[in-house]
């Protein structure tokens, strides 16, 4: 009963997470073109590949640390595969793919709590993929067979795989200073993110 006493009016992992990557979410959905008028094909050839040189060297980082806790299935939630087959549908071949730039500057993941605060930004991704899957279906023609399928990289299990995880989060028991780590490592994402995607003039 102390420890439950103790723990009333301290934010969740999950709630920690949400309030603290707010602002820096929406900055970001702000400035991707997806809902551009002037988005047409040609930037979404160029956005791809931006995307890729961020996924392939974060996800790396985050899965060779060792640092991730137990209970989150790497093979299942892995994304750059999916990139790479999109990117391969858009034409990129596998010497081209290999020159393209990768983004070098990312957050540190030396810590599990800074681990599962970055894995919370990616896999919070794949919710808004939902929407941009659509817009991008209905506006460019592309869905999963031509250069979408990262757009719905979890397909029908979006929700569930979701769901799972923020159970995952729910179950880690970290202390107040693991949170804030976890925090300032999501933040730092979308920070990085938000930078690369800039760098490489895919963004509005």
Known sequence: MHSQAH?????SLLEALRTGT??????LEKRLPFFCERLDAGWYQRLLPAY??????MEAALYDSGLIPE?????????????????????LDEAAITALPRCAELPTFDTPAACLGALYVLEGATLGGQVLRREMAQRLDINADNG??????????????????????????????????????ARST???????????EVLL
């Not at 723990?7 to 934010?11: A, K, L, Q, R, W």
């Not at 890729?52 to 060297?57: C, E, I, N, Q, R």
């Not at 399928?149 to 028991?173: C, H, I, M």
């Open 148 to 185: 979408g399928a990262f757009l719905n990289v979890y397909g029908a299990e979006t929700g569930r795989r979701w769901k799972d995880f923020l159970d995952y989060l729910g179950s880690q028991p970290l202390d107040a200073c693991a949170k804030e780590r976890a925090v300032l490592a």
């Open 22 to 27: 707010a602002l820096l979410h929406v900055a």
């Open 52 to 57: 890729y040189g961020f996924y392939a060297p």
């Open 7 to 11: 723990d009333v009016g301290v934010p």
């Open 71 to 91: 209970g989150f299935d790497q093979t299942l939630r892995v994304k750059t595969p999916t990139l790479l087959g999109d990117l391969n549908a858009l034409g």
């Open 190 to 200: 979308f920070s990085c993110f938000e930078q690369w995607l800039d760098s490489q």
